[in-house]
């Protein structure tokens, strides 16, 4: 019989999977089925931590294991989809690669956040990085298909500081949705003061 802990496991596997054969498709710049497959991973994301608290197989393995496989697929990946569509320079690749750094900090934190508290608490301390990836990702199919404009890569290269930004930063995400008035206002603003510096 399967032990119950492995089943968690096999979905952070899957998102890992999903990780690679994405890459393998951004390297051969099929970008549309790079983005659905970080949608599949960010689901299965989704799914593997609530399914191990749920059955009670939560352990500090499965919150390193599954940050490892964010870091590659949340964080690798549409880094290097940002370099391998956009920009092609050695200093296109320190900017992509000011998103995994950024996605790994984020993770670090999040590891060291739960082993310090334990259960997991009702808010995420900066934007998780699958979010970000999924934003990313859908930005540059975007330009790819739809928006033909010659400051794609600006607008990559903004839309990625933003992002890395918001991952490091100390704003608190509701970990299941909140949409009370002041959580919303609260967002609003956050919303507001980056169009302002923009």
Not at 31 to 55: E, F, K, Q, S, T
């Amino acid at each position: 019989m399967i032990d119950r802990g492995v089943i968690p496991s096999l979905f952070t596997l899957g998102n890992l999977v999903c990780g690679f054969v994405a890459l393998s498709f951004v390297a051969e710049s099929r970008y549309v089925p790079a983005a659905w497959l970080i949608l599949l991973a960010a689901a299965l994301d989704n799914m593997d931590g609530r399914l191990a608290r749920l059955i009670g197989t939560d352990s500090k393995f499965g919150i390193e294991f599954d940050s490892l496989a964010d870091v590659c697929t949340f964080g690798v990946v549409p880094a290097f989809m940002l370099y391998h569509s956009l920009l092609h320079s050695p200093w296109g690749a320190v900017a992509a690669a000011c998103f995994l750094l950024a996605g790994a900090s984020r993770l670090a934190r999040f590891n060291v956040i739960s082993h310090e508290e334990g259960e997991k608490g009702e808010f995420f301390m900066g934007l998780p990085i699958p979010s970000a990836a999924i934003v990313l990702t859908q930005y540059i199919v975007y330009t790819e298909r739809t928006w033909d404009t010659i400051h794609a890569a600006q607008f990559g290269i903004a839309l990625m500081v933003v992002l890395s930004l918001l991952m490091v930063s100390r704003v608190e995400y509701d970990a299941v949705p909140n949409f009370r008035s002041s959580a919303l206002r609260d967002r609003l603003k956050v919303v507001y003061f980056l169009i302002s510096v923009g």
